[in-house]
């Protein structure tokens, strides 16, 4: 579904590559987490896979980059904007300005499309009681807190049907409430077939979530595999990434003798759980 | 730098009551995380330390001062105040004329700002940008920007509004560092934060707050054991309390050394 | 949002937005083609009165029309009063200066006329929403560009004195102090003009991202979502006001109506 291969970018104006002879591979409908240190070019990944780069931001882009079918670098942007879906992290700056009501601003994307309207007025209804949000269809899109702002920049997005669904840090600014309401969404979504390519810091949610979790560092990706292997990997410390408490304890319990090295390690609290339960020896 | 808060209420200008009824005595040099949903009163209280807010019914005290009537900018010397967006504040040339704004409105001799300057780069990891335009830097670098140009104040107190998020692990840690530098100093650091670990891990006091008034105030030990206040205010117990009451254990488990002992403890009785 | 408009269930408010936009423009060909004093003042009784009461937002319009054409009208009534050259007949005197009818009576023509044409522009505003005049328009034609500029000024704007606030708050948290003299104040300026400024190319650069993620500028047909409905009557309506507004102004410039 998605394949990078021999990746490098370089923003323009600039020397630094921030990707280097980067290569991934995504497979249709998973959930796939990236993890990396701030920094590291998360972002840059997220608009490579979903078109941006280069088609928005210019600069020198070498390698093949292949996401549904479509070679990114020489389709046009409009060609992948349908089949792939951005959304960021800040919830303010994706509600365009374009609708002066959140129904509307949902079917905005569908409008630019060239959706029959009977088809729209379904999906955006569809999408407006799969979301919970039905007390927000009439009022202003900026009038919203953060938190319902992100919901609508997602419903927004999902709304257009994309088969690919990139999200860069998504729940960054939101309270642990909305970021449950979108893991919630994240899982409707994958449940329909979208593959979703999610970067994230909270490592905890990626593991019960993701289905296959990368790490971004240097430039590449450096690990990738079953979330429980790579969330702990004890190179992710030199790479920028933290680890669960469930991990740090279960290590120093290592450490302390009190755990058998061999055993592996725990990232969620059930694995931990099992794991202190009996499980270490 | 002591901090009294008693019978405060809050009500906006459009009528909704924020806080209602918070008592709260933070002593000098003590570290107070304050959890809660958005929308609990977490940020209209802390509003009131550095008079944004002026109390509908009640008093805020920082020090001797009653901040009744007084002046945001009289109270800045005071009670230091990280916003969470940086790019709401960052409009100088470069880092280094950013971060000594606050000084030099606080009256500080130019010597001593320079000096100011330079060390709080340095604490948040920023010590060659002072030239850099800031504008230039990344998102996280300018937060950092930021919170150096309130740690220049070097005010008594110091209120950081969510501190750790959108941080990556080496961000989360600078900020453990400077949260314990800080007290180290004697101040009192104050902090809404929504990562329990961090809370745990760092403060010696947490308040949970839901709908304008506290649920739970003590130490993190007893807080996280509350189970019914982080219900009531929806928030989840950190990462360690939640392992160590799954696997059946009694009290509190806040760091990973005290889970390990405990681990050991639990080995030895058998 | 940064509007006039207020919600009422009036006939008016239920007029397609272009018969609105035609209905304006024919008032001012007429009010402009028909110079006579009387004209203008036919217009706002038999025309602008009537379409007062029935849109439901009268009194906010009297209210906006008196504020904006008011004052002129003093200043027109007490210079032309005083000062038309063509006087002949003269209604009183203060002292030296006479206050002839013929001027009054052209004080009232040319106020009257910006009145209605005020009013006429003000009732369009009040009694139609932005985004259903924007939709309107570009069902017809006008680029959707031009209804993004629109419709995101009107929305942005004020999005931006709320942050004008935070700024204002942030920067008195490191000591700023915003009273005093004008020097202070304009000292002052800086540190709250420049975060303000700084941030608009932060976000424009990360909304026309999501804008570009909903395909805005797609060259695909497009229907809109939101149903802005029209009438055979009024389809009728426009053509015939518009003829209606031509005949007036070709009759009025071959002599036939003085």
Same mark, same amino acid.
Request: hydrophobic share 45%.
């Given at each position: 579904?998605?394949?990078?291969?021999?990746?490098?970018?370089?923003?323009?104006? *600039?020397?630094?590559?921030?990707?280097?002879?980067?290569?991934?591979?995504?497979?249709?409908?998973?959930?796939?987490?990236?993890?990396?240190?701030?920094?590291?070019?998360?972002?840059?990944?997220?608009?490579?896979?979903?078109?941006?780069?280069?088609?928005?931001?210019?600069?020198?882009?070498?390698?093949?980059?292949?996401?549904?079918?479509?070679?990114?670098?020489?389709?046009?942007?409009?060609?992948?904007?349908?089949?792939?879906?951005?959304?960021?992290?800040?919830?303010?700056?994706?509600?365009?300005?374009?609708?002066?009501?959140?129904?509307?601003?949902?079917?905005?994307?569908?409008?630019?499309?060239?959706?029959?309207?009977?088809?729209?007025?379904?999906?955006?209804?569809?999408?407006?009681?799969?979301?919970?949000?039905?007390?927000?269809?009439?009022?202003?899109?900026?009038?919203?807190?953060?938190?319902?702002?992100?919901?609508?920049?997602?419903?927004?997005?999902?709304?257009?049907?994309?088969?690919?669904?990139?999200?860069?840090?998504? *729940?960054?600014?939101?309270?642990?409430?909305?970021?449950?309401?979108?893991?919630?969404?994240?899982?409707?979504?994958?449940?329909?077939?979208?593959?979703?390519?999610?970067?994230?810091?909270?490592?905890?949610?990626?593991?019960?979530?993701?289905?296959?979790?990368?790490?971004?560092?240097?430039?590449?990706?450096?690990?990738?595999?079953?979330?429980?292997?790579?969330?702990?990997?004890?190179?992710?410390?030199?790479?920028?990434?933290?680890?669960?408490?469930? *991990?740090?304890?279960?290590?120093?319990?290592?450490?302390a003798g009190l755990a058998s090295a %061999?055993?592996?390690?725990?990232?969620?609290?059930?694995?931990?759980?099992?794991?202190?339960?009996?499980?270490?020896? | 730098?002591?901090?009294?808060?008693?019978?405060?209420?809050?009500?906006?200008?459009?009528?909704?009551?924020?806080?209602?009824?918070?008592?709260?005595?933070?002593?000098?040099?003590?570290?107070?995380?304050?959890?809660?949903?958005?929308?609990?009163?977490?940020?209209?209280?802390?509003?009131?330390?550095?008079?944004?807010?002026?109390?509908?019914?009640?008093?805020?005290?920082?020090?001797?001062?009653?901040?009744?009537?007084?002046?945001?900018?009289?109270?800045?010397?005071?009670?230091?105040?990280?916003?969470?967006?940086?790019?709401?504040?960052?409009?100088?040339?470069?880092?280094?004329?950013?971060?000594?704004?606050?000084?030099?409105?606080?009256?500080?001799?130019?010597?001593?700002?320079?000096?100011?300057?330079?060390?709080?780069?340095?604490?948040?990891?920023?010590?060659?940008?002072?030239?850099?335009?800031?504008?230039?830097?990344?998102?996280?670098?300018?937060?950092?920007?930021?919170?150096?140009?309130?740690?220049?104040?070097?005010?008594?107190?110091?209120?950081?509004?969510?501190?750790?998020?959108?941080? %990556?692990?080496?961000?989360?840690?600078?900020?453990?560092?400077?949260?314990?530098?800080?007290?180290?100093?004697?101040?009192?650091?104050?902090?809404?934060?929504?990562?329990?670990?961090?809370?745990?891990?760092?403060?010696?006091?947490?308040?949970?707050?839901?709908?304008?008034?506290?649920?739970?105030?003590?130490?993190?030990?007893?807080?996280?054991?509350?189970?019914?206040?982080?219900?009531?205010?929806?928030?989840?117990? =950190?990462?360690?309390?939640?392992?160590?009451?799954?696997?059946?254990?009694t009290g509190p488990v806040l760091k990973?050394?005290?889970?390990?002992?405990?681990?050991?403890?639990?080995?030895?009785?058998? | 949002?940064?509007?006039?408009?207020?919600?009422?269930?009036? =006939?008016?408010?239920?007029?397609? =937005?272009?018969?609105?936009?035609?209905?304006?423009?024919?008032?001012?060909?007429?009010?402009?083609?028909?110079?006579?004093?009387?004209?203008?003042?036919?217009?706002?009784?038999?025309?602008?009165?009537?379409?007062?009461?029935?849109?439901?937002?009268?009194?906010?319009?009297?209210?906006?029309?008196?504020?904006?054409?008011?004052?002129?009208?003093?200043?027109?009534?007490?210079?032309?009063?005083?000062?038309? =050259?063509?006087?002949?007949?003269?209604?009183?005197?203060l002292g030296a200066l006479q206050f002839?009818?013929?001027?009054?009576?052209?004080?009232?023509?040319?106020? *009257?006329?910006?009145?209605?044409?005020?009013?006429?522009?003000?009732?369009?505003?009040?009694?139609?929403?932005?985004?259903?005049?924007?939709?309107?328009?570009?069902?017809?034609?006008?680029?959707?560009?031009?209804?993004?500029?629109?419709?995101?000024?009107?929305?942005?704007?004020?999005?931006?004195?709320?942050?004008?606030?935070?700024?204002?708050?942030?920067?008195?948290?490191?000591?700023?102090?915003?009273?005093?003299?004008?020097?202070?104040?304009?000292?002052?300026?800086?540190?709250?003009?420049?975060?303000?400024?700084?941030?608009?190319?932060?976000?424009?650069?990360?909304?026309?991202?999501?804008?570009?993620?909903?395909?805005?500028?797609?060259?695909?047909?497009?229907?809109?979502?939101?149903?802005?409905?029209?009438?055979?009557?009024?389809?009728?309506?426009?053509?015939?006001?518009?003829?209606?507004?031509?005949?007036?102004?070709?009759?009025?410039?071959?002599?036939?109506?003085?």
């Amino acid at each position: 579904m998605i394949e990078l291969a021999g990746v490098t970018y370089t923003y323009p104006d *600039t020397e630094r590559a921030v990707l280097h002879g980067l290569d991934l591979s995504i497979t249709e409908g998973s959930v796939f987490g990236i993890v990396g240190a701030s920094g590291v070019g998360k972002s840059t990944l997220a608009k490579v896979i979903s078109g941006f780069i280069p088609h928005s931001e210019g600069g020198e882009l070498e390698g093949a980059v292949t996401v549904a079918g479509i070679d990114v670098v020489k389709a046009t942007l409009l060609d992948v904007v349908s089949k792939v879906g951005l959304v960021t992290q800040n919830p303010f700056n994706q509600i365009t300005g374009a609708r002066f009501s959140v129904e509307e601003e949902i079917a905005f994307g569908l409008e630019n499309l060239g959706t029959p309207r009977a088809e729209m007025i379904e999906r955006v209804g569809a999408i407006i009681a799969r979301f919970g949000i039905q007390e927000l269809r009439d009022r202003s899109p900026f009038a919203l807190s953060g938190g319902q702002q992100q919901l609508v920049a997602l419903a927004s997005i999902v709304v257009m049907e994309p088969v690919i669904l990139v999200m860069d840090e998504p *729940t960054s600014q939101l309270d642990p409430s909305g970021t449950r309401l979108v893991f919630d969404i994240i899982d409707r979504v994958a449940e329909q077939g979208t593959t979703v390519v999610l970067f994230e810091h909270k490592l905890e949610l990626l593991r019960e979530h993701a289905q296959v979790v990368a790490v971004l560092a240097e430039g590449q990706i450096v690990l990738s595999g079953a979330p429980r292997e790579v969330l702990a990997d004890d190179r992710l410390d030199q790479w920028g990434v933290g680890s669960t408490r469930f *991990t740090s304890a279960a290590r120093a319990a290592i450490s302390a003798g009190l755990a058998s090295a %061999d055993s592996a390690i725990p990232v969620s609290l059930n694995e931990a759980v099992s794991y202190f339960s009996g499980g270490r020896r | 730098m002591k901090v009294s808060v008693h019978g405060l209420e809050y009500v906006y200008p459009s009528g909704v009551k924020a806080l209602d009824g918070v008592d709260l005595e933070v002593e000098s040099g003590s570290r107070l995380g304050i959890v809660g949903q958005n929308g609990a009163g977490k940020t209209t209280l802390v509003r009131h330390l550095n008079g944004i807010f002026q109390p509908t019914v009640g008093t805020v005290r920082i020090g001797d001062w009653e901040t009744k009537g007084r002046d945001i900018a009289d109270l800045a010397a005071r009670v230091g105040y990280v916003f969470q967006n940086p790019d709401e504040q960052l409009f100088a040339r470069t880092v280094a004329g950013d971060v000594s704004f606050g000084p030099r409105n606080l009256g500080v001799p130019p010597e001593r700002i320079d000096e100011l300057v330079n060390l709080s780069l340095e604490r948040v990891g920023l010590a060659g940008e002072g030239q850099t335009h800031p504008y230039h830097l990344s998102l996280s670098e300018r937060k950092r920007v930021a919170l150096a140009s309130v740690l220049a104040m070097n005010t008594p107190i110091v209120v950081l509004d969510e501190p750790t998020t959108g941080q %990556d692990a080496r961000g989360v840690a600078m900020i453990e560092r400077i949260v314990r530098q800080l007290n180290e100093e004697g101040r009192t650091v104050i902090a809404i934060t929504h990562d329990m670990d961090f809370c745990a891990e760092n403060f010696d006091r947490v308040v949970v707050m839901a709908q304008g008034r506290i649920l739970a105030d003590g130490e993190p030990a007893d807080v996280f054991a509350n189970g019914e206040a982080l219900d009531e205010a929806r928030v989840e117990p =950190p990462q360690l309390a939640r392992l160590a009451t799954a696997l059946g254990w009694t009290g509190p488990v806040l760091k990973v050394e005290t889970f390990v002992n405990r681990l050991r403890d639990s080995e030895r009785s058998r | 949002m940064t509007t006039l408009y207020l919600d009422r269930p009036s =006939p008016i408010h239920r007029l397609n =937005p272009v018969t609105k936009l035609v209905g304006l423009l024919a008032v001012v060909l007429v009010v402009f083609a028909l110079p006579q004093w009387w004209a203008s003042v036919a217009i706002l009784v038999l025309v602008m009165v009537p379409a007062a009461v029935a849109s439901g937002v009268g009194g906010r319009l009297l209210l906006v029309t008196l504020i904006i054409a008011g004052p002129l009208m003093l200043v027109l009534i007490v210079a032309q009063g005083f000062f038309y =050259p063509g006087r002949e007949t003269i209604l009183f005197a203060l002292g030296a200066l006479q206050f002839s009818l013929e001027g009054l009576l052209l004080a009232v023509g040319v106020g *009257t006329r910006t009145a209605v044409l005020v009013a006429a522009s003000v009732l369009l505003l009040l009694t139609t929403h932005p985004g259903a005049l924007m939709t309107a328009l570009t069902e017809r034609g006008m680029p959707a560009k031009v209804s993004y500029v629109v419709s995101s000024t009107l929305q942005i704007i004020p999005a931006f004195r709320t942050r004008a606030e935070s700024i204002l708050l942030a920067q008195r948290s490191r000591g700023l102090r915003t009273r005093g003299n004008i020097v202070r104040r304009v000292r002052v300026l800086l540190p709250l003009v420049t975060p303000l400024v700084l941030g608009v190319f932060v976000d424009v650069e990360e909304r026309s991202t999501a804008m570009e993620a909903r395909a805005f500028g797609s060259t695909r047909s497009r229907v809109s979502y939101a149903v802005i409905p029209d009438s055979r009557g009024q389809q009728f309506s426009r053509w015939a006001l518009i003829v209606l507004a031509l005949a007036v102004v070709v009759l009025s410039f071959t002599g036939v109506l003085r």
